[in-house]
């Protein structure tokens, strides 16, 4: 089963590298991954697309809270707002192509965010369904290039991913 | 002050006395530094041999080893120990030298990317930056390693660090938010696991290594319930081998109670040990009978990762004994104990006598000798496998041993760790000719610092067990395996490095051997020439189940119920 899953960490150099080889050495499977800054100074956080029964994810959960520099790590089971986000290259060759394109670019509210004689570039936000569905839908005009960033998350309402207090350790 | 300085003052007030280690360009300044330092340093000939030294003074005295490299050639001999001390849990810091910082990344000469290479088996690395982060470093080095699970932290310094000017405090704080080890056992936990206990029938406690800081709690605990104990390798020792309550070792070359006594147990109670594959034998059919696990460690990773654990509890394995034996009661097993007994009686370990020299019978013979009053290393191989079986220690910390990785070579340079650590034990290192080939160059370790480490070699001329193992399932295509047409005369070798030589060849030989080995004053190395085609039994194959379990000898093989 696909899962997501966003870690919290510090910001260190080669945390990432840790992650990743620690996906690698064990054998789970990542699908994507996204990392970007918080707004805490010194936190990144990090989303993880992982796929497998709830044993491998159990451990993946735990492999990943051993890791010094993780602070907490949330499987999104939960209600979630998950996002991801897509640029696509398309070759539109004349007037009846870049016509079609563009109500698929309306159907799906994506943005064109360059034009050039023969090529569109168009931006698409949305889950990874959404996104592979845009893709598909554009395939048969010619698509040069698909550039997607991995699924980030976070959890609907009150919920949030803190940092825990900082406790003294035994 | 310089870089190098300021570490060695940190490694200090974290209380390092020892630190094995070999010198290197990049690591020079720490070097220089060192020649000022009261730390003591021991000069191994190869910084494997560097790595497991410090690991067997870990295992030996409960502190933790230092090891010191210079840069890529250097550092990347300590992999194998560093892997070997993360599989066995042992905490172990090493301080590597770097290149200078503004030739990371330039293939610059005896440059590697050590982090990187050692962060799947090391517990935490750092790359240091700046000289003045080296006491919280060293600080967050040393708690990591020894807290929690321990494990070894390496610590990898660019030479400029090390002689860039050290401004920085030493009271540095731990900056740690994402590690909070928990030490104590949850109580509804404890109190589930002893009504487990005592509603069980046939109940067992299994011991692995995370026990051996908890002799005392265990004894007391065990005692107190008259609960059969088993100790895994790694956990030999932990419990008193010649206790009554003792069943032995489990798994691949365990005993026939303990092996038995987990097949039909209803009730385990795990504590400190990973189901490793070697004990456990194929999962799905591992303790059959048992409705109730209890998994006691100190790492939330490996309760539910190899067998399923019905009570989990996370935490040190002193202080859960020590709640557990708050409500433990004496038990009534008397039934489950009769059964016990028998297996014990009928199946003790015995080995088939033959007219050659045995390798049981050497390890039985100084174990006779001493009282077992030692501390023991091996190598990786069948001889370790005698000693676990016919050198049953009583003491913790005195069965220094490769558990996880298996690592061939271990025995002397953990005889030599185990030898600074505790200089007034008796060190013996149970060797096999191939395993002790693997770092045979520590023999010069041994005469620089006149360390007292008795190294026997169990010369069957072949790389025994994985004959052994060509015998069993390759249908005695010995590929590869043997020895005898090229090794030394191990006696002799070790004359050449100025330290005593002994050989044995006849069993009537044996005990003005043993003694000769003991009473020796100073290093010996002595080689028993043992019959070469003996095998390790029991045994349960690879991937078996303790039903499988093989007693004797495949000539006269006898499958065995469990």
Redesign the interface.
């Known amino acids: 089963m696909r899962h997501v899953i966003s870690v919290l960490?510090?910001d260190h150099?080669?945390v990432l590298?840790?992650i990743t080889?620690?996906f690698a050495?064990r054998g789970f499977n990542l699908e994507s991954l996204a990392v970007g800054t918080t707004h805490q100074p010194g936190l990144s956080r990090i989303s993880l697309v992982v796929s497998g029964d709830d044993?491998t994810l159990?451990?993946v959960e735990?492999?990943l809270?051993?890791?010094?520099?993780?602070?907490?790590v949330t499987d999104h089971s939960e209600p979630h707002v998950e996002r991801e986000l897509c640029l696509v290259k398309v070759h539109v060759a004349g007037v009846e192509e870049r016509l079609a394109v563009k109500d698929i670019q309306e159907a799906f509210r994506a943005r064109v965010v360059d034009v050039a004689q023969k090529t569109l570039i168009l931006e698409l936000t949305g889950d990874s369904r959404k996104i592979d569905s845009f893709v598909e839908a554009l395939r048969p005009y010619g698509i040069l290039e698909v550039m997607r960033t991995g699924a980030v998350a976070m959890s609907r309402g009150e919920r949030t991913l803190k940092?825990?207090e900082?406790?003294e350790?035994? | 002050m310089k870089g190098a300085e300021a570490l060695l003052k940190a490694l200090e007030r974290e209380g390092v006395e020892v630190i094995f280690g070999h010198p290197g360009g990049a690591i020079m300044p720490t070097y220089d530094a060192l020649y000022d330092s009261p730390i003591r340093h021991i000069l191994v000939r190869h910084e494997q041999g560097g790595v497991h030294a410090a690991t067997g003074y870990a295992r030996a005295s409960g502190r933790v080893g230092v090891v010191m490299a210079t840069s890529g050639p250097g550092a990347l001999n300590l992999v194998t120990g560093l892997a070997d001390a993360f599989m066995d849990s042992t905490p172990v810091v090493a301080i590597t030298g770097n290149v200078p910082r503004a030739l990371i990344g330039t293939d610059a000469f005896q440059e590697a990317d050590v982090t990187g290479v050692t962060m799947p088996i090391t517990k935490h690395n750092y790359l240091v930056q700046d000289a003045n982060d080296i006491p919280r470093v060293v600080k967050e080095a040393f708690h990591i390693a020894a807290t929690g699970r321990p494990g070894p932290v390496l610590i990898d310094i660019p030479k400029d660090v090390q002689l860039a000017e050290f401004t920085g405090s030493f009271e540095a704080e731990l900056d740690l938010p994402g590690y909070k080890p928990t030490t104590k056992g949850h109580p509804k936990q404890v109190e589930r696991a002893l009504e487990a206990l005592e509603k069980a029938e046939r109940p067992i406690l299994m011991v692995g290594g995370g026990a051996q800081h908890a002799h005392g709690e265990l004894l007391a605990f065990a005692e107190k319930t008259g609960l059969p104990v088993i100790t895994t390798l790694m956990g030999l020792g932990a419990f008193p081998g010649n206790h009554p309550l003792w069943l032995g070792m489990p798994g691949m070359h365990g005993t026939v109670a303990a092996n038995r006594a987990i097949h039909h147990a209803d009730v385990i109670l795990a504590i400190g040990l990973r189901f490793d594959d070697r004990v456990t034998g194929k999962v799905s059919r591992f303790a059959p009978h048992a409705h109730t696990i209890i998994h006691v460690d100190i790492d939330p990773a490996e309760i539910g990762k190899v067998v399923r654990t019905h009570i989990p509890i996370v935490g040190d394995a002193r202080l859960v004994l020590k709640e557990m034996l708050k409500g433990a009661r004496p038990l009534k097993l008397a039934t489950w104990w009769r059964e016990l007994e028998e297996w014990r009686t009928r199946h003790p370990l015995r080995w088939k006598p033959k007219p050659h020299l045995q390798s049981q019978e050497v390890i039985r013979a100084f174990f006779e000798a001493t009282g077992g009053h030692a501390i023991v290393t091996t190598g990786v191989g069948q001889h370790q496998m005698f000693a676990a079986q016919f050198f049953p220690v009583t003491r913790p910390r005195s069965f220094l041993t490769s558990g996880g990785l298996g690592t061939m070579g271990v025995g002397l340079p953990f005889a030599i760790g185990a030898k600074v650590a505790r200089p007034e034990e008796l060190v013996l290192d149970f060797d096999g000719d191939g395993s002790f080939q693997m770092t045979l160059q520590e023999l010069a370790t041994l005469v620089k610092y006149k360390l007292d480490v008795k190294v026997v070699i169990l010369n069957n001329g072949y790389l025994g067990m994985v004959r052994q193992w060509q015998d069993l399932f390759h249908a005695k295509r010995y590929s590869e395996v043997y020895l005898a047409d090229s090794n030394p005369d191990f006696a002799r070798l070790a004359e050449a490095y100025g330290i005593r030589g002994i050989r044995v060849e006849r069993k009537e030989d044996l005990r003005k051997g043993v003694e000769a080995v003991l009473h020796a004053d100073g290093p010996v190395v002595a080689e028993f020439k043992v019959y070469h085609e003996e095998g390790v039994f029991p045994m349960i194959p690879a991937g078996g189940a303790a039903e499988d379990m093989i007693l004797e000898n495949p000539a006269e093989r006898e499958e065995v119920e469990a």
Do not use: A, D, H, Y
């Open positions: 960490v510090q150099p080669r590298n840790r080889s620690l050495r044993r159990e451990q735990k492999q809270n051993r890791l010094i520099e993780v602070l907490k940092v825990r900082r406790r350790v035994v």
